[in-house]
Structure formats: structure tokens, C-alpha cells
């Protein structure tokens, strides 16, 4: 009986905590999904499937959801090489590398909305540095973030500058816990440094970089303070994300049902998503 | 009483209301008065009058706080220099909080929706009336003009058209204009108006242009030497790119109709693929090429900034927006800038904020207090000469002495009288049609899309949320 007051104390306050603060306001956006709000009288009205309907016939959601999957796995593909590579540049131990390790990973203590208004000034296409520097050694002005074709990639360049750090941090410390043993039997074996990489090291640091990856992707995937920021989700709807859309439609244009519906689509597909990446890239608690 | 104060003598008046608000000293004021003709005694009751007012305003709001959401477009820091003479005057302690249009729209829905606001005073814009004030959520105030400040002069001193956007609605047609009064205009209001660089016009031999063909003619010609011929607002999405620099290029066209048909009878069809609303994306696209290479990402503020730093040579903008380039503190151009209507025909969209009470706010005598002083003759003339955001009464647009030190003034009070409420401001989806044609046409200004796609798109998008919002079936 005790015992069961002490469990009541201990977690009660997390889930009261839970419940109020993701359980209620996960169901309640689950029925508003299937409702639609008058701002003008400030009423809710059923209309069952009806967002959801709109939502899968609308073309501008598929083209949001395309920009979505390019951010999500062409982001996270550049930064898991990249971070991985950095990694292993800076596993050498070369003099100086803790000073500059520690630069590398100032990006990702930044606020995204930040980031977004910081760049956005160096993508100036009139005073911006990047476009400054390009003019000084005979390129034309590149219109980064206002070249509908262009500014995908922008945002893509952007997430990856500030969050190869991430991976970097993560695969980095997993490099330095693997066992020497290994490696040494390897060079003993004759294998030669790609050998070494390419059988031992990197499957070693797979269940690293497969956390990396998937955190990564979970974020990128709900990535809304960057497109606010930088792009606002333009020019002409080139960078909107789903976050982005949901965040306009509810909070600009007061759809909070669409809005709820487009959040709604995103929950189911994080979380098929992640359920089938961890099926395919097991895990294991020890090696987190 | 011998001596019957005239209340169209406005040189009384306002002898009257400089010493309610403080403006004139006892002395002056009895000074202006015997210059005036008034006897002894009628000064003397004048006096007596004008004190019992302001003690009896002060002790019956002292110690209470009246807090208000604002823009924070330049109104605020005239809010900001007045709160200890608003403290001293009525005993009210203001508060303010003053945001973006975006964030304050979110903020007074907020607010307007929950069971008490936490704003007693509310700015509301122009494009957000049919959405707050036709929902029902402000308070009329018609009973409350019995009580207003000397001199206040309401409504004549106001453009009738600002009354009827900013002013009365019809919450039962929601449509503007009617009987019940709702917000008074102000903290600023303003239209478009053509900033040019008149050293730069007159070493080209130019004059301001009076046509959209010689506008662009004189963009083309001034384009040269690092200065830009023109600038335009092209930031996909940025609402004032429909507003100031769309809108003006098609309403001045003949024939030009954003709509046809109304939102009761559900039959509300847009015309964006009309000749002259093509024409206006067209020539926003030929002025594109004799803008700054960073155009394609101008909201309003870069498109002042950049005429401010003197690197361009001609730009629409909103004129309360645009007064700053007249401030030698903020502009490298400010003694070679001029201002013209726009070509066509000089006409353009009408903006402006009116400013209300909430009906679930706690304060509202205070509120009221609070509201006609922010939005007297005093504190607008303060305000714009101190500021340069645009007035909206006719005396502070054609005060000659303000005109002097600021002559886009009367410019931009002439637009600004007969400048037109935007067809689609009466429904609540205004903001989401005009972001989602700016969206559109951004397509067009960046060339990856001919302006008549670019229109058809914008105008497939307003048949959707025409059709989502019940206003066309």
C-alpha cells in the first residue's frame, strides 16, 4: 500500500504533466480535424472526413510533402556524410583539433529562426556577403532564396550547415568508445585504411549514425522555424513544408481544422516512419 | 453669455482644447482668448470649465490600468513618448504592447475570443475589420461621442471613406459603412503614393510620371550609375506587393474590377485573369528588370531602405511608410526626394487602422479616455511630425505648417481621400487570397511563370478559398 503511494507521488506529477500537455491536446486536434471553424462566429462544425478529403485532393499539399521528403532525406543524407566525415577527419587527433571541434559545433547551439534571419542577411542578394564574395571573383549574383528552383536548396544548405554539427557530436563520441583491439587485429591482418573503414569502422558506428539519422529525420521532418525565418516558405511556395502549412493555414488563415488535419497526417507519418527505420536498423540501448 | 462660442470657429476651439490638453498655459490661453474678442468673465468660465474637466477626467481614472495592443509600425514610439502625460492628464497608467500585423492579428483573436480580454483598447486593420468587427467582438461606441475632448471634431475632421473602413460596420450585411460606430480611426492611416528622386528626375529631363507607360520609360532611364530606375515590393507572398504595387498598377486602368457578384448572394468570382489585372503583373515585370538584383526579395521596409540609402531612383510605397525618406536622420536623400499620386488616375487602395473597444474588456471608460486621446488632433500632429507615419484626420494631412516641414503631407492626403477600400477586404479571407496571389505573382516577377499563368493560378486559388469560405458556390 505504501509502496503504491510512493509510485502515485513519483509519477503522478509526469502524468498529470502528460496528459495535459500531450495526451489532451493530441486528442482534441484529432476531433478538430474532422471539424471546421468559422472564425467570424467563432464556431465548430462537423464535417467528418471533409478535411482530410480536401487535404489528399489538394495538389499544393503533395507539393508540400515532396519539399517535406526532399528537406527531410536529402538533408539528412548530406549532414550524415558530412557529420561523419568530420568525425572521422577529427578522430586523427590533429594539433588544435579540440579549438576547432568546439567552433564546428557552434551552429547547433543557434536558434533555427535565427539561423533562418541570420542567412537570409548573407543571401542578400544586393549586400549579402556570399553574394558579394561571388561577385568579386566573376560569378553573376545568385538569386538564392528568391530563384523558386534555387531556394529548396538554399534551405536544404542552411539546415545542413547548422545541423552537420549534430551528427558530427553524435558519431564522434561513439568513435572514440570503439573498441582499439578491433582495429589493431585489422592492421595486423594487412587492411589497408579503406578496408579498415569500410568493414570495421563503419559498421561499428552504424547504430550511431543511425541514431543520428533518425533524430535528425524526426526534426527535419517538422521543420518550421527555419522555413519561417529564412523563406517564409517562398518564393511562390518553393520551401513550404508541411509544419509550415499547417502552422499558415491555423494560425494565419484561422483553418484550424485543415490545420489539425495536415499536424494529424504528419503524427501517422513519423510515426510509420520511424517504426519501420528502427525495424531496419536495429538499435541497441548499449550502443546509444 | 454674451460672448456664444462658435463651434465652427476653429481658432476657439482650438485655444479651447490647447488648454484641455495641456497644450497651451493659463496665461496663453487668456492671452489668445482677449486677442480674441472674449470678455472677461467668458474667459474666466472658459477657465473654470476647462479645469473641472481635467481634474473630474483625473480623479476618475486615477490609479486604474488601461492596457492596449498597437502596431508596432511607428504608432508605438508616439504611445511610448505619451505615457507619463496620459499618467499626468487622467491618472491612467498605460500599458501597450505593440506587435507586427501578423502576431497582432493572432494576439487579438486571442484575445477577442477569450472570456475576458487582456487588452482594453484594441488596434484593428483596415483587411481584419470584416474578420473582428464582423464577428462580433467590439463594443459600439456611438453613445460614447457625448463624451469626447474639446475640439475633437468627430467625425468631420475624419475622410469619410476612413470612417466607413475603419469606423462603421454592418455586422448584420458584413459589409462597411452603416450606422453603428465600432473603432475610430487611427494610430495611422495612409495610402500609396510615388516616392521619386526629383535631382535625379531633373538631370534626365523627367517629369513625374503620369502614366504607367512613362513610369516605366522613366525607370528604364534612370536606371544607371548604381542607382536603380525603380523598386517594387516582389517578395513572394508579401502582402503589400497586391497591395501597393499590383493593386495601384490595375485599379488606375480602366474598366479595372477585382470582383463580381457578392458574398450574400454567393455568386463572389474573382477577376484575376481580366486584361488589366494581366496588364498590372505585366508591367510590375518589365519594372523588375530596371530594379535591384535583390528585388525578388523587397518587402516594404528593404524598398524604403534602399531609396533611404539613395539607391534607387523611384518607388510606390505606402505614404506612411515612406515619410521616413523625408528625415534627414534616416535618409541619405531627404532634400532631394518628391512625391507624386499615382499614374493613371491616383487612386489606390485604402489602408488604415481604427482603433476599439473590446467587448470583453474590463476597462472600457478608461479605454475610451485613452482612445480619443490617442487619436486627437494633439497626439496625431505629435505623432506624424515626430514619426512620419501617415495621420488620418484632414487637419494633421493639411496643416500648412506640417506640410512645410513634411511636404508629402498633402500628397498623400489627397490620395488618401479618395483612395479605395479593396473589394475583397469584406469577407475574413482578405489576407490569405491577397498573400495567396502575392504568392503567385511572384511566380511571374521571377520569371519562372508568364503573368497571365501567373494570374490564372492566383485566380484558380481565390475560387478555392471563395468557395471554402461559402462566398461562391
Known sequence: MQRRGEVLLLLGPCVLYLVAFSVYPLVTSLFRSFEDYNSQQNTWRWIGLGNYRQLFSDTEFWHTVEHTAFLTFGGVALQVVLGTALALFFNQRLRGATLVRGLVILPMLLTPVVVGLMWRALLNPDWGMLNWLATQV?????????????????????????????????????????????????????????KRLRYLTLPLLMPAIAFAAIFRGIDAFRTFDLVYGLTNGGPVRSTSTLSFQAFQNGFQYFHYGYASAIAYVMVIVAIVGVTVMLRFVRVRREDI | MTDSIDSRDSATMEAIDGLVTGQLTRQDFMKRAALLGFSASAIGSMLAAAGKASAADSRLYAGKTVNILIAAEGDDLGVKDKVGEIQKRFGINLK?????????????????????????????????VAQMVGGGYFAPLNSRLGKVPAGYDFPHDFPSGELQYVG?????????????????????????????????????????PTTWAGYLTAAQ??????????????????????????????INQPGALLMSGT??????????????????????VSCVKFASPGVLSYDFTASNDAFAAGKTAMML??????????NPKSSTVAGKVAVAVPPGGGKAVRGGWGMGIPKNAKNKDAAWTVITYLTSKEWEKYQTLKYQTDPTRNSTFFNPALAKKLPYLPVAGKVFQKAQILQIANIPET????????EEFAAALSGSSSAADACKKANDRWVGILQKGGHLK
Open chain 1, 138 to 194: 566573376g560569378f553573376h549574383n545568385v538569386q538564392w532564396l528568391t530563384d523558386p528552383s534555387m531556394a529548396l536548396r538554399t534551405l536544404i544548405l542552411v539546415d545542413t550547415w547548422q545541423w552537420t554539427p549534430f551528427v558530427f557530436v553524435v558519431v564522434f563520441a561513439r568513435l572514440q568508445a570503439l573498441p582499439v583491439d578491433v582495429f589493431e587485429a585489422g592492421e595486423v591482418d594487412g587492411a589497408t585504411w579503406f
Open chain 2, 96 to 128: 501597450y504592447t505593440a506587435l507586427a500585423v501578423g502576431p497582432l492579428i493572432e494576439k487579438a483573436n486571442q484575445n477577442l475570443k477569450a472570456p475576458t480580454s487582456s487588452f482594453d483598447a484594441i488596434m484593428v486593420l483596415g483587411f481584419s
Open chain 2, 168 to 208: 462603421y460596420f454592418d455586422t448584420k450585411k458584413g459589409a462597411f459603412g452603416g450606422k453603428t460606430l465600432y473603432l475610430i480611426p487611427g494610430l495611422h492611416g495612409g495610402s500609396v503614393i510615388v516616392f521619386f528622386r526629383k535631382d535625379l528626375f531633373a538631370s534626365a529631363g523627367l517629369k513625374p
Open chain 2, 221 to 250: 532611364k534612370l536606371n544607371t550609375g548604381g542607382v536603380a530606375g525603380n523598386s517594387l515590393i516582389a517578395k513572394s507572398g508579401d502582402v503589400s506587393m497586391f497591395l501597393v504595387d499590383w493593386f495601384t498598377r490595375f
Open chain 2, 263 to 284: 458574398p450574400q448572394a454567393k455568386n463572389y468570382t474573382p477577376r484575376l485573369t481580366s486584361p488589366q489585372a494581366v496588364a498590372a503583373l505585366d508591367h510590375m
Open chain 2, 317 to 326: 510605397l505606402w505614404s506612411t511608410i515612406g515619410g521616413p525618406v523625408y
Open chain 2, 431 to 438: 489576407f490569405e487570397m491577397i498573400g495567396a496571389a502575392a
